[in-house]
């Protein structure tokens, strides 16, 4: 299986801090730009912090945010399992309630708060890297499953073709899966259009080959 691309450089992303105005914050912007980071707040001022994930860019975005603040934006119920770009988590007090609810936002990187500026490289490798490589397994695990379901098409359109043409298990499979890769299409999508409404291209295929037997 193919692993994700390792991410080794920063630059031209763009951190997004949920992190209250404060020194720290300045330490750890300065060191983000260093590495090549464009940094934006999203805490306007006397406002609660609010983000749509929904319209962030995996390719380009990392959130920071501070897991002692109150993030009523950021309800976890909100959040998928695997949020859309790498969330880094700062720690100050280290309740588990408070690291619950950066679990929750889906963090897979964290840093400590007091900050310095030599831990923000290391946070930031692994908090990337992490979502990526959990991402690849999530949509690998998600073709998996769709090709479960499909499995189900794929038995029907072997009957099928059992029934109507006197064919045994094996040839009935051998003629579909000749019939999908000439179609460019993977067995299971081609059974499913096949069992929804086309039985004649069962019958276009193997019939040629029933005449030459």
Known sequence: M??????????????????????????????LMKLGLTVASVIPAGEAPWLDFGILNPEHHIVIVDGDLPLPGLAASAVPDLPPVPVVGLVGVEAPSRLKGLLQL?????????????????????????????????ERLARHEERRRGRRHVVKAILRLMQEHGLDDDAAYEALRRDAMRARQPLEAYCEALVHGRPSIAAAAVTPRLARS
């Open 106 to 138: 889906g963090a897979t990187g964290l840093l400590r708060k007091p900050i310095h500026g030599a831990s923000v490289y290391a946070a930031l490798f692994l908090a990337v890297n992490e979502h990526n490589r959990r991402r690849l397994l999530e």
């Open 2 to 31: 193919t692993n994700p691309r390792l991410i080794q450089n920063f630059s031209g992303a763009q951190a997004l801090l949920i992190v209250p105005p404060s020194t720290v914050t300045d330490i750890l912007a300065g060191t």
